[in-house]
Every structure is written in C-alpha cells, then in structure tokens.
Nanobody, 121 residues
Framework: QVQLVESGGGLVQPGGSLRLSCAAS????????MAWYRQEAEKQRELVAS???????IYADSVKGRFTISRDDAKNTVDLQLNTLKPEDTAVYYC???????????????WGQGTQVTVSS
C-alpha cells in the first residue's frame, strides 16, 4: 500500500502564495507520474498539474504561469508552488501518484486526503 501525506494548505489573500507538499511512503519500486488535482464544492475534480518521472510537466490553462510543480525522487515528494492566487483557486487540493509495486506491473493511482486552499480577502 502507498500512503500520501499532504501539507501546506491554508487561507491566503488574493495575490498571495502558498506551497503544497506531498510525501509518498509505503511499498513501491518507483513512481511514474505525480500530480495535483483540485475540487471545488459540487464540482468535478480537475487536474491542476502533473509531472512524469522524466520531468515532463502539464498544467491546466487556468494556472499556467502562476503554479509550478516539482518532484524530488530521492524523497518521494511532489510540491506545488501557487503564486498570484485568485479567489477562483479556492478548492481542496489532492495529491496523486502513480506507483508501481514491482517493475513488471502497471502503476496504480493513489490519492492523498486533500488539503484546503482558500483565497479570500
């Protein structure tokens, strides 16, 4: 099993910054993709940003130029730097990793418990 622990959410004023962190632990041999999703109340969960083991990054159009995703494979962590935050960024942010238990199997997706980000004056 893989456990994910997220941290860094909170309340921030518009234009402010936050940094979210997610640490993976448990039984796996490698992590392929690491990502952050978010979900607003009564809306579907959406991809915010993802990063592959090769370093390729994808961002939602709404966060391009403001958010930056990074990973540290030595620590099995993925961070999301949120800059120039807007009220519409308010949501619960979830960490997701695609981890493999063995080298010859496909990865499974694992989710964190979510961390609240609120952007308000």
């Amino acid at each position: 099993q893989v456990q994910l622990v997220e941290s860094g959410g909170g309340l921030v004023q518009p234009g402010g910054s936050l940094r979210l962190s997610c640490a993976a632990s448990g039984r796996f041999v490698t992590i392929d993709v690491m990502a952050w999703y978010r979900q607003e109340a009564e809306k579907q969960r959406e991809l915010v940003a993802s990063i592959t083991s090769g370093g390729q990054k994808i961002y939602a159009d709404s966060v391009k130029g403001r958010f930056t995703i990074s990973r540290d494979d030595a620590k099995n962590t993925v961070d999301l730097q949120l800059n120039t935050l807007k009220p519409e960024d308010t949501a619960v942010y979830y960490c997701m990793v695609g981890a493999r238990k063995n080298w010859n199997v496909r990865s499974n997706n694992y989710w964190g418990q979510g961390t609240q980000v609120t952007v308000s004056s």
